[in-house]
């Protein structure tokens, strides 16, 4: 397993932006690029759902529905970080937003909270309108 720390949420107007940074610690190969990362969020009195996965070298990106078009994830491999940019944000949401590594390459579906290892402490995004 790995430490993942997330930063940049806060409180933002309906249609406004955010990014949201998750960087890794730990282990010597705590390279970001070296393992799939993923954004998940949890609003109050729901489940965590998955928001985005960025495969290990980059190349590949997939999203939820939800967020698709509006929502960005990318890496930093050099300060292992990886990224999520948030525009357009809506009241929906709001949630803590929490970074997932799959250290462990543990083959579960990308989209699923059993593929990752690694969760960070979260960080809260309060959108209002």
């Known amino acids: 397993q790995v430490q993942l720390v997330e930063s940049g949420g806060g409180l933002v107007q309906a249609g406004g932006s955010l990014r949201l940074s998750c960087a890794a610690s730990?282990?010597?190969?705590?390279?970001?690029?070296?393992?799939?990362m993923a954004w998940f969020r949890q609003a109050p009195g729901k489940e965590r759902e998955f928001v985005a996965v960025?495969?290990?070298?980059?190349?590949?990106?997939f999203y939820s529905d939800s967020v698709k078009g509006r929502f960005t994830i990318s890496k930093e491999s050099l300060k292992n970080t990886v990224n999520l940019q948030m525009n357009s944000l809506k009241p929906e949401d709001t949630a803590v937003y929490y970074c997932?590594?799959?250290?462990?390459?543990?083959?579960?579906?990308?989209?699923?909270?059993?593929?990752?290892?690694?969760w960070g402490q979260g960080t809260q995004v309060t959108v209002f309108s």
């Open positions: 960025i495969s290990r070298g980059g190349g590949m990106r």
């Open positions: 997932a590594a799959d250290s462990l390459g543990s083959g579960s579906a990308y989209d699923s909270q059993n593929n990752y290892d690694s």
């Open positions: 730990g282990r010597s190969s705590s390279s970001s690029s070296t393992y799939a």
